[in-house]
């Protein structure tokens, strides 16, 4: 287990900056993000019919006219990662991205407890939890390019 | 150089701050011969060194007497004072000593006008807060468009009666119509009609009886509660007050109250 | 009862495209698209839809089809569509058909019968992009002179504002359109260099800070008006009348008078704010006057008093009467201007074009001599820099934008803006549906408008050889007809082309 | 033929377009009494004119001529006054003529002369019609074919003055206050026009009748439309031109009294008509029936004046101001109280009648003198003329 002191960035980070005043409850973020992490990476096969529907790394909330999307904070003091204990989640020194390796999750669920902004979410199918990776290989992530009203904006 | 609004909008304040040293607290104007800038004028100059009370004497038609002025300041006014008296006014006190003419406290804010005589047409026009007090009869249209707002809730108190479209469209406050004998029977040569016409707020407290023609179909009609009658009994000893009037025959009991039946009158004219 | 209406428009869904994401469900504020989880299947109630796009918009996989219900009646080229359903709508409510937005009628646009002029060889024209090209433009009531003589106006009189391009936000009031909206229009204003109008409405405290950019209104309901609102603004606008609904007031019902409209209007939640048709201080042409300077005491002369009207028959006339009566600045809105809410019938056939009417007044003003003691604003329905620069050159100072400024918002022009439902956020309270407009998007995409056009403008100036707007204003001389008659020609005070 | 309307609507607008201020004295002892309250009342309400006219209509001042018409005439041309001279002259006895005296006045630009005769229509001339509607045609004739030239009024015993410029600059220039008469009233005008026209400032009149008017008619164009009908030409194009017609022929050829003409311009609404009683409810019924054209709609108040009589009147709802007091002998009409309080701080009464209510003034029968003779049966040539739609 790491200590918080040892967590020191080193690089700029990018972060996604959720507006609620902003968010329409449309929840395309949630489907945007499926469908980047669907194998496909395309919406129309990840979610076509007859197929198993993937589950995205964000979750949209709302209650009443209040809605925001929910997606890891990549925080500087990571809780998911004190309190992992298989070392599946991991702080990128270099970029401050919080980041999880699913071959190395074991599923005990201790980072969903930890963390403070529920935006871990359970994978039951894979048995693994999953969570927002701000899309290695894309400029912009794909919740945030896919939100119409840029209730999701990504800042650096 | 053309001054440009977009560059000054402070100056006002400023110029309040460069007050000249008290004077005397009740300053006097001779209105007699000056026209309303210049009146006006001189009586934000004399506000401005400190003045606490104006009387201006030889009003003659003299507009927007107060207008502009928006702390509690004392004015009496005697002769007649011009249209628009006190518009857009917030806070002023105002008493006139003769009558007054169209516009009496246009969109008024707050504050008070007292009038020992007669006003003209559209009283308290959109007035929001505040209270007006006429002693004698007013023309048309008044408290055409009053409405209120929060704690601000204006009051319009009239010791005869107004000519029609009294409370036209009114959307808020008070019209208290005393009903006493018309000083010239003249200018009520018939029922005064359409009261209350398309009124959506607010309350009409009229003493004596009116013919369901006399109003306009928005209105309802009931006797004033408790609470009301409280609030006419303070009315009725302001007005007797403030004009020196013995009014031992007016009393709450004799007032019905005009309320809008429908907050939303012309709901169901549209097809959506 | 069952109403004989058939649907506007039909819903076409392809199934092999749908992700059921319900993206068009949630996005509906008339609730046309039902979600059925049992069946797994969406439905669309089509007798809802007013065709706004918001679901086809943002339907992720362009699934979404929207288009006007191709189902005829005998075709009838009197009795058409809109009369047939027009007269079923009142057979089944038996009111006032209502509506939004701006006229929808074929009515002749002069715009498009006029052309601009260039140089070629006997001058050059002016290469906008490298070389200095001037916008800015004063509006306000100018002296005739430097050293004025009697009885003119003093300098000292005529306040004067200073925009950067002639381009203007219309008056939309908070309450008609939503915070959101009117916080867009703010900061692109400011940010531009120009102005945008409260409407009557109101200034919502949270634009407290954009007053100096405020063109704020005194109209017949004088909602919101007090000595901080007159006195925390750029110009003070007197709203007569609206070019989408000549001789008759507002109505926001009393739904929409939720808190923060009801603070900002200061009248009590949930009543109707009623604008009455006529100012009632204003009767006749020295009631104009009267309320003019009650207004120009009330903000000891600081502010230029604008004074909007709808064009009508004799505007000109009272164009002229309103100039002698103390406006620093003139408005006249014309037939294809919009608005939040208007009978359809006052819409579609109460005024004049603006084209005619701007032409009449900027004529009668110069030969009457006074076009210089007043601005002359033109609006109603500008959807280019061409209309704009056209109505420069027929003498404006500046434009008004209103529609425009909504369809950069987002605005698809459904003309349901009077129901209170907008699916964009634009023209709605709602607070789920007011978020829908961010104004950090909009403020920008508002940006970009005014930057675009004045582009446009700027390119046009530059291939007629002048290089700052004041050479167009009013240089009829610029333009030319084509397809007008001779009395249109007159009017206008335009040569016909090879003229 | 001379086109008045280029000279008083050079725009061709549906109308003259305008805005005012009205006052008006009667002295009701029929006491002839200086014009100086009048001028300073009508000039205590300047804001409500801007500049561009001004007039005055004063009864009781030619005793001297009391039985001739007095025809005043503006002339902008010296060959214009030849023209009409010779015109005159051929169809009338002229017993006296003169320019009108006038005062150098800065304020005053390019005045136009003014002459006035006094005047009977000759034996021969046009002997089958009254001597009013000789007088009447004459006043048509030079109005419309006498290029530069127009009768400011032509009543026997009254004049009018007016012209462009304030209304105490207009008194001044044409020394009102040398004349004293018993009736004065007074405008002071706010044309939406710059190419302001002596002519076209109110009063408007014909024969002894005048008009000053605050307001906009709109009903305009079929108020002219029946008036034409019956051989009015309105080549004014002001409002205030069908006012003075319709009085014409109600008052004068159709013989109406007051208080019906007044009915018929300013009628009470139908669901008024309908709670009253028989027979006057009838009565307004037919009335709205017949004269539904000349029901005159939209904002006015106005003050109608001839011989003996004025008639304030206002339009049904009460769209313009207008006040009444009287004080001692005087009746005053004013369109802000002030004005009258100004000049008569004690009233014995004052009141602001509601809409279509007249403030009828009228000379006290004690003093003859100024009274018209009682208007005589209809005689059966007029009759006649009434039934053939007698064309003025």
Known sequence: MKKAGEMKRTGAVRKIQIREEACIGCHLCEFYCAAEHHPSKDLLKAFGPGRERPRGRVRVVEEGPVSFALVCRHCDEPLCVFACVSGAMERDLETGKVIHDPERCVGCLSCILACANGTILWDEKRGVVAKCDLCPGREVPACVAGCPNEALILTE | MISNPNMDIDNLELETRNLKPPTARLARVDARGLDYRELNRRVDELLASGAGEIEIRGVHGQRYIASRVRRPVSFRIHGTPGNDLAAFSDGVRLEVFGDAQDGVGNTMNSGEIIIHGRAGDIVGMGMRGGRIFIRDEVGYRTAIHMKEYGEQRPVIVIGVMGQDFLGEYMAGGVVVILNLPPRNPKSFSRPPAFIGTGIHGGKIFFRGKLEPYQTGKEVGFDRPDEKEMEFLSGIIRDYSNYFGLNLAQVVPDDFIKLYPKHLRPYGRLYAY | MKSYLPPEFIVERREDRCIRCLTCVRQCGFETHVYDAEENSLLSR???????????????????????????????????????????????????????????????????????????????????????????????????????????????????????????????????????????????????????????????????????????????????????????????????????????????????????????????????????????????????????????????????????????????????????????????????????????????????????????????????GIRNWASLVAAGGFRSAADVIKAIALGADAVYLGTAALVAMGCTICQKCYTGICNWGICTNRPELAKRLNPDVAARRLVKLLRGWSLDIKEILGGMGVNAIESLRGNRLQLRGVGLEEWELRVLGVKGAGE | ??????????????????????????????????????????????????????????????????????????????????????????????????????????????????????????????????????????????????????????????????????????????????????????????????????????????????????????????????????????????????????????????????????????????????????????????LRQIYSSLLVNG??????????????????????????????????????????????????????????????????????????????????????????????
Not at chain 4, 326 to 337: C, M
Request: glycine residues 8%; contains cysteine.
């Open chain 3, 46 to 368: 089509e007798e809802l839809c007013v065709g706004c796009l918001r679901c086809v918009t943002l339907c992720p996989t362009r699934a979404l089809t929207v288009r006007t219900n191709p189902s005829e009646s005998r075709p009838n080229a009197n009795w058409t569509r809109e009369h047939l359903r027009d007269v079923c709508r009142q057979a089944e409510s038996g009111g006032v058909i209502l509506t939004g937005s701006g006229n929808d009628k074929p009515i002749r646009s002069y715009w498009d019968h006029l052309f601009l002029n260039a140089s070629q060889v006997t001058n050059p024209s002016i290469d906008p992009l490298r070389e200095p090209m001037e916008l800015r433009t004063y509006l306000g009531r100018k002296p005739d002179a430097l050293e004025p003589g009697e009885g003119r106006a003093r300098e000292s009189e005529c306040p004067n504002v200073r925009i950067e391009t002639p381009l203007l936000f219309s008056a939309m009031s908070f309450g008609a359109i939503s915070l959101q909206a009117m916080q867009s229009l703010a900061r692109a204003a400011s940010e531009y260099g120009t102005l945008f109008n409260t409407g009557e409405g109101g200034l919502p405290a949270e634009l407290v800070d954009y007053g100096k950019v405020a063109i704020v209104q005194c109209a017949s309901g004088r909602f919101g008006v007090n000595w901080e609102y007159l006195n925390n603004s750029a110009i003070v606008e007197i709203k007569i009348g609206q070019g989408a609904k000549p001789g008759i007031g507002g109505h926001l019902p009393g739904e929409k008078v939720l808190a923060k409209v009801a603070e900002t209007r200061m009248i009590p939640v949930g009543t109707d704010a009623l604008s009455p048709a006529p100012q009632h201080d204003i009767y006749s042409i020295e009631d104009l006057s009267m309320l003019i300077y009650a207004l120009k005491e009330a903000t000891s002369y600081r502010k230029p008093i604008s004074v909007k009207i709808a064009a009508v028959h004799n505007a000109a006339a009272i164009a002229s009467g309103m100039v002698r009566a103390g406006a620093d600045m003139i408005v006249i809105d014309g037939i294809r201007g919009g608005t939040g809410a208007a009978p359809k019938l006052i819409r579609d056939h109460v005024g004049i074009p603006i084209e005619l009417a701007l032409a009449a007044v900027d004529t009668r003003l110069r030969e009457e």
């Open chain 4, 299 to 392: 904002p006015f108040a106005c003050v109608i004046a001839h011989h003996g009589e004025m008639i304030g009147l206002n339009d049904r709802i009460r769209l313009r101001p207008m006040t009444a007091g009287i004080g001692g002998e005087n009746l005053y009409i004013s369109s802000e109280e002030a004005s009258i309080r100004l000049v008569c701080p004690e009233l014995d009464e004052f009141w602001s009648p509601q809409g279509g209510d007249p403030i009828v003034g009228r000379v006290k029968p004690e003093s003859p003198e100024i009274f018209e003779p009682a208007r005589p049966e209809v005689s059966d040539e007029d009759r006649a003329g009434l039934k053939a739609g007698g064309r003025v």
């Open chain 4, 1 to 286: 033929m001379k086109n008045l309307r280029s000279l008083n609507n050079p725009y061709r607008d549906d109308k003259v377009f305008e805005g005012c201020a009205i006052f008006a004295l009667l002295n009701q002892a029929g006491r002839n009494v200086s014009g100086e309250p009048v001028f300073r009342a009508i000039s205590n309400m300047r804001n409500r004119g801007n500049g561009l006219g001004g007039g005055f209509a004063v009864y009781g001042i030619y005793p001297e001529y009391a039985e001739h018409y007095a025809l005043q005439v503006m002339f902008d041309d010296p060959l214009a006054r030849e023209e009409v001279e010779s015109y005159l002259k051929g169809r009338f006895e002229v017993a006296d003529e003169e320019e009108v005296p006038t005062r150098k006045t800065q304020a005053v630009i390019h005045p136009p002369q003014v002459f006035r005769y006094f005047l009977k229509p000759r034996a021969g001339w046009m002997d089958d019609v009254t001597e009013d509607e000789r007088v009447i045609r004459a006043v048509m004739d030079i109005n419309i074919g006498i290029k530069d030239a127009f009768v400011f009024s032509s009543g026997k015993n009254m004049g009018v003055f007016k012209g462009v410029g304030h209304p105490e600059t207009i008194a001044e220039y044409f020394r009102l206050d040398e004349y004293r008469g018993y009736l004065w009233t007074a405008h002071s005008r706010f044309p939406t026009n710059s190419r302001a026209w002596w002519g076209g400032a109110h009063p408007f009149s014909i024969l002894d009748w005048t008009v000053i008017h605050n307001g906009e008619i709109s009903s305009y164009g079929i108020n002219r439309r029946y008036l034409e009908m019956h051989g009015y030409a309105c080549t004014l194009e002001t409002d205030t031109e069908v006012l003075a017609y319709i009085v014409d022929l109600l008052a004068r050829r159709q013989r109406l009294p007051m208080s019906l003409v007044t009915k018929i311009m300013a009628p009470p609404l139908w669901e008024e008509i309908e709670r009253m009683k028989e027979p006057e409810r009838s009565e307004l019924i037919k």
